[in-house]
């Protein structure tokens, strides 16, 4: 089995459980430390996590109750040394967490358990150039069988480079940011500077920019691998489910091939689990 379940997913935090039958990990811990989500959601004990790999040092991904639920339970953090640095700058937790915890991963592939993970440079900074490091998007993947298959795991990005694409060519399951409808943005009564940083290469995907990302990976694919695309980070204030899950519906429907569910992961999301390795 290879599944995925969001837990969070928006401003207010953002974490997904990776699952095979081996391996256990989280991506990001933002906002999931409640014992609620373990204990009577979940109904899963944090100690049987293998990991945490973090994509980059904002609070709604990596904060101090994330650290601390490291600490507490002994769960290592894979994390690149930049991210590192800037959340030892950020995040008072860090001081307490003991070097043993802290794996530091580079831009080459790694494995943790039996997923191997190849991670990929995004462009997302600042706001107010805040540095926080680099900021990365993963391509995972699990042996089921006979088969490989990949997840491909991209939150938080301004833009998506052709190599950010060609990443996640070969994946079956894609967590996609689609943060925001660019006129809802752009009309919106947020502070001038934040809109700019938002729209800008360093902010957030837009639904349009994700629906390309969608259309570009399902137009390259050699066979149909693609079953499913779970959209995430969506802005409460400037996007609505439908704009978002209207602008990738209709990229689906102009590429050639077989379509993907989409779905929209919700801020406290319901914790249902989505078959990778299913077909
Ligand atoms: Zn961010
Ligand atoms: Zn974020």
């Known amino acids: 089995m290879f599944l995925i379940a969001p837990l969070r997913s928006g401003s207010k935090g953002n974490a997904s459980l990776i699952e095979t039958a081996h391996t256990r990990i989280l991506i990001d811990c933002g906002g999931i430390a409640s014992e609620d989500i373990w204990e009577n959601r979940l109904r899963i004990h944090p ?32 994390i690149h040394r930049s991210t590192c640095a800037a959340a030892e700058r950020r995040l008072e937790a860090m001081e307490k967490l003991p070097t043993r915890l802290i ?24 706001p107010w150039n805040a540095k926080i490091g680099k900021c990365f998007g993963f391509a995972i993947k699990s042996r089921v069988g006979s088969r490989n298959y990949c997840l491909g795991y991209l939150t938080d990005a301004g833009t998506l480079s052709e190599a950010n694409m060609e990443a996640l060519v070969g994946c079956h399951c894609l967590v996609l940011e689609s943060n925001h409808d660019v006129r809802m943005e752009r009309d919106s009564d947020r502070n001038p500077r934040h809109i700019s940083w938002i729209l800008s290469r360093d902010g957030h995907l837009s639904n349009d920019k994700a629906a390309e990302a969608v259309r570009y990976i399902l137009d390259n694919q050699s066979e149909p691998l693609l079953r499913d695309v779970i959209l995430v980070h969506l802005s409460k204030d400037c996007n609505t489910q439908a704009k978002a899950l209207r602008a990738v519906s209709k990229a689906t429907a102009e590429s050639r091939g077989r379509k993907p569910r989409i779905y929209c992961a919700e801020q406290y999301d319901r914790l249902r689990f989505i078959r990778i390795d299913r077909g």
Do not use: M, W
Request: hydrophobic share 30%; net charge negative; with cysteine.
């Open 103 to 126: 794996h530091h991963f580079g831009e080459r592939g790694f494995k943790i358990g039996d997923l191997r993970i190849t991670p990929f440079r995004l462009s997302h900074q600042g």
């Open 47 to 78: 100690e049987t996590l293998d990991a945490i790999l973090v994509t980059h040092c904002h609070r709604d991904h990596l904060d101090d109750d994330g650290i601390d639920l490291a600490n507490d339970y002994g769960i290592p953090l894979y």
